[in-house]
């Protein structure tokens, strides 16, 4: 045993400390924001639990092959119809595993969730087939509030608290982001579900028509990160990629004011306002449009 142990000890000790952190991380990316440390968390204490669980469940398979196997005077082993005590146990156990997972889940889920009253920032996220729009929307860092329905009239770059930045397949957009300010994404979409998932974030929401999903988090690490379509949404998928930018204060500062002077003032929202889509009867539609 110790020599198939042994060299992988070894190979392991080699690794570089990035590489490291993947064993360590169980293949999440590293985390860029308040929320990864929480998935990650999650997703090791999950994979602990398989792993004990298959060990005790191969355990008893391997238990009962060995110990109550077929003997070599050919004598078959006592048959048994059934047994309470077993039964119960293999019924209430996994309803206990189920419900510590469940409880673990929820709080995972609130602390990912949290959502603040004013975030610093905030970012509609457009997903149209096969880009990205991103929407700096009445941004302080352009004198505005945060506030909404206040971007369709503004036109005039130097007052301008509104901005955007549009991709197209061939070219793939940049989303800035300032380092350790609160950024919440709201997601819409014109045409079909879309998900935005920056791995980085450790986190992904889907983009649906005629809904908009929302959530929160503060990015905690300047660098690149890339971004893409988590879902497969038509012919161009694969190209409905993004990077993001996690920058300085000053740098998210001049990046606005840069689509500012380059005309993009306002709101690009690529008629997410559409309501209807495919699949959706004449009542369903209604409902939608309330």
Known sequence: ??????????????????AQGEWSRIAMPE????????????????????????????????????KFRRRSDDEVPVQTRYNLPMEILYTIA?????????????????????????????????GQQWSWTFNYVDDPALGGSSEQDVCEDQTDAESATCVYNV????????MY?????????????????????????????DVIPGRENAFEITPTREGTFVGRCAELCGTYHSRMLFNV??????????????????????????????????????EEETEAGE
């Not at 045993?1 to 990035?18: F, K, N, R, T």
Request: proline share 5%; aromatic share 10%.
């Open 94 to 126: 996994p309803v206990i595993v189920v419900l510590v997972f469940f409880k673990f889940v929820i709080d995972t889920q609130n602390e990912v969730d949290a959502a603040s009253d004013q975030p610093d920032h905030v970012v509609k996220v457009v």
């Open 177 to 205: 982001l300032p380092v350790d300010e609160t950024v919440r994404f709201e997601l819409v979409s014109p045409d079909v579900v879309h998900s935005f998932w920056v791995p980085a974030f450790n986190y992904k929401l």
């Open 1 to 18: 045993m110790w020599a198939l142990v042994a060299p992988a000890v070894l190979a392991l000790s080699a690794c570089s400390d990035e």
């Open 245 to 282: 930018e996690i920058v300085s204060a000053e740098e998210y500062e001049q990046h606005l004011r840069d689509l500012a002077d380059a005309g993009n003032v306002g709101i690009a929202l690529g008629g997410s306002e559409a309501i209807t889509q495919d699949g959706l009867d004449a």
């Open 167 to 174: 991709g197209t397949p061939a070219e793939v957009p940049t």
């Open 31 to 66: 985390g860029a924001s308040d929320r990864s440390e929480h998935i990650i968390d999650f997703w090791q204490w999950t994979w602990l639990a398989a792993i004990l669980v298959g060990i005790l469940t191969w355990g008893l398979i391997l238990y009962a092959a060995f």
